[in-house]
């Protein structure tokens, strides 16, 4: 039976109106301080509604409110032109290039791995714990000697910002499928035995079937770090363009309304790479014969 549409979008709008109400709370609240400075030094007695619009339109404020980032956002989104340095989207289109190429990598880094262990007991006692180990190290004391290094040897661009991707999106890949590649039954690989099937013939016909929801759980979490990886590679790099660049920017030039602008783009962009590795697994799961819940 088909959940209605209704169920399913009032408890999303419920958390997106909540968090707009926290959101402008903490706006007042945080940009009150130099509000008040401003009106104690131009001798301004304002009432408290006054008090309250001028917290919420202030052109550099600590916190800005979500008018400001939603018309900042809109404007460097759809009234810019798609060259031009001051887009959004062409800004986003950067940190995507890298996204995409560290993503690539490190799912197929992930699987190749996660083969490994599951088929090589040597690798599944050594490899294993210093894969987890590895993301116990700080991403961002990693990224500036990935970048240091790579450019020692005139390695510079996209390949630094997609290594640190493939860095953080391995993982969860390699992960999700060293489960999903041991979620086949005993009883199941008793029965390929029975059938005399070899270890290759098991690997495609029981073991891949059965890793693919794990594998395609595990790509959302990746594609997400893969993007977290880009942005945070841009930063040491000093790049021109990219999401991390407009952040270094806005810091640089207190432009906070900019920087909230261009993690709203980075929280956009993400949903919609998750949303592709999702309709992705729908097809895969149609292609199986698996009935939609």
């Known amino acids: 039976m088909t959940e209605p549409l209704s169920s399913r979008v009032l408890p999303v ?7 707009i109400a926290v ?4 706006a007042i609240w945080m940009n009150a301080p130099f509000q008040r400075d401003l009106d104690r030094r131009a001798n301004v007695t304002s009432t408290t509604m006054e008090f309250i619009g001028k917290t919420l339109s202030q052109p550099k404020p600590v916190v800005p409110a979500p008018h400001q980032v939603a018309r900042n956002f809109f404007e460097n989104t759809f009234l810019r032109n798609v060259t031009s340095n001051r887009s959004l989207v062409y800004h ?13 990598s490190g799912t197929l880094l992930g699987i190749l791995i996660a083969v490994g262990i599951v088929h090589v007991k040597a690798l ?8 987890i180990a590895s993301q116990t190290v700080p991403i961002l004391a990693i990224a500036p000697m990935v970048v240091v290094v790579l450019a020692a040897i005139n390695v510079t661009g996209l390949i630094p910002k997609a290594l640190i991707s493939t ?5 969860p890949v390699a992960v999700g499928m060293v489960k999903g590649l041991r979620s086949p039954e005993l009883m199941h690989l008793d029965l390929m035995r029975t059938y005399n ?3 290759w013939q098991t690997f495609w016909k029981l073991r891949v079937p059965a890793s ?3 594998l395609f759980t595990s790509m959302k979490v990746a594609v997400a770090a893969s993007l977290v990886g880009a942005i945070v590679g841009e930063l040491p790099t000093g790049a021109a363009a990219g999401i991390g660049s407009k952040l270094l920017a806005g810091s640089y030039y207190s432009q906070t309304i900019d920087m909230w602008s261009a993690l709203i783009a980075g929280s956009v962009l993400a949903a919609i790479l998750v949303t592709i590795v999702g309709i992705g697994s729908r097809i895969v799961d149609r292609r199986m014969g698996v009935k939609p819940t």
């Not at 709008?13 to 968090?19: D, H, S, W």
């Not at 986003?92 to 690539?104: D, I, Q």
């Open 13 to 19: 709008l419920t958390i997106i109106g909540v968090i």
């Open 23 to 26: 959101w402008y709370a903490a």
């Open 92 to 104: 986003s289109w950067v940190t995507l290039s890298s996204t995409l190429a560290g993503f690539a």
């Open 124 to 131: 599944d006692r050594s490899l294993m714990p210093w894969i």
């Open 167 to 171: 860095y953080l999106s391995f993982f």
């Open 197 to 199: 099937s070899s270890t």
């Open 212 to 214: 693919l929801p794990f």
